[in-house]
């Protein structure tokens, strides 16, 4: 049982390239997303999706596109990188799509993305 | 505006030690609130989970209270270990959809030195 599996954990970027972060979880949950956490600040939601075909936005979607195929898959790409997307990015799946579940988020290890 | 504010920002202190952390919150409505700690170069991993009629919860070393009336939390951790040194994140749920949005605090760094 591997959790959430995060790839890269570390890439950098030449700024206007794209790029696909990739999450993947074996847990069989519903709920999963994106956050990007910057120093100095609390993580913030890009996207996130309750289940395969089925994605919003969160916060700070700008920049960021994402799809769910299969529940187990939501990748996240960058379509045109910005020195402002400069952050580690990190993927979590709940099993409740109703956040007061005693489950609570896992989170993968994170992928650091620098973009010059 | 729903906010989490966490203190103090950083701390250091002797192993053996204990340590309270602060987090004050203005989400509404709730729902949980969470406690994660952070490895530095890893994922928030959680540590307790409290709802509005829990006013505290263990998790080993770590105990957690809640007073939903003044829409405070603490997290204190006991005789402090090498491995306690992380960042720990305070994050509150609310209510108000079928998601529940979760709002981040910005974390307590803690650094326990031998």
């Known amino acids: 049982n591997a959790g959430v599996t995060q790839t890269p954990k570390f890439q950098v970027l030449k700024t206007g390239q794209s790029m696909t972060l990739q999450c993947a979880q074996d847990?069989?949950?519903?709920?999963m997303s994106w956050y990007r956490q910057d120093p100095g600040m609390g993580l913030r939601l890009i996207h996130y999706?309750?289940?395969?075909?089925?994605?919003d936005q969160g916060e700070v979607p700008n920049g960021y596109n994402v799809s769910r195929s299969t529940t187990e898959d939501f990748p996240l790409r960058l379509l045109s990188a910005a020195p402002s997307q400069t952050s580690v990015y990190f993927c979590?799946?709940?099993?409740?799509?109703?956040?007061?579940?005693?489950?609570?988020?896992?989170f993968g290890s994170g992928t650091r993305l620098t973009v010059v | 505006k729903n906010q989490v504010e966490q203190s103090p920002q950083s701390l250091i202190i002797l192993e053996g030690k204990n340590c309270t952390l602060q987090c004050n919150y203005t989400v509404s409505p709730f729902s949980n609130l969470r406690w994660y700690k952070q490895d530095t170069g890893r994922g928030p991993v959680s540590l307790t989970i409290?709802?509005?009629?829990?006013n505290t919860k263990s998790n080993g070393r770590y105990t957690a209270t809640l007073d939903a009336d003044t829409k405070q939390s603490s997290l204190h951790i006991t005789a402090s270990q090498l491995s306690d040194s992380a960042s720990y994140i305070c994050v509150v749920s609310d209510r108000g959809s079928t998601l529940g949005r979760l709002y981040f605090g910005r974390g307590t760094q803690l650094t326990v030195w031998p």
């Open positions: 979590a799946s709940s099993y409740s799509i109703i956040l007061s579940g005693a489950a609570g988020y896992t």
């Open positions: 409290m709802t509005f009629s829990e």
């Open positions: 999706s309750v289940g395969a075909g089925i994605t």
């Open positions: 847990m069989n949950h519903e709920y």
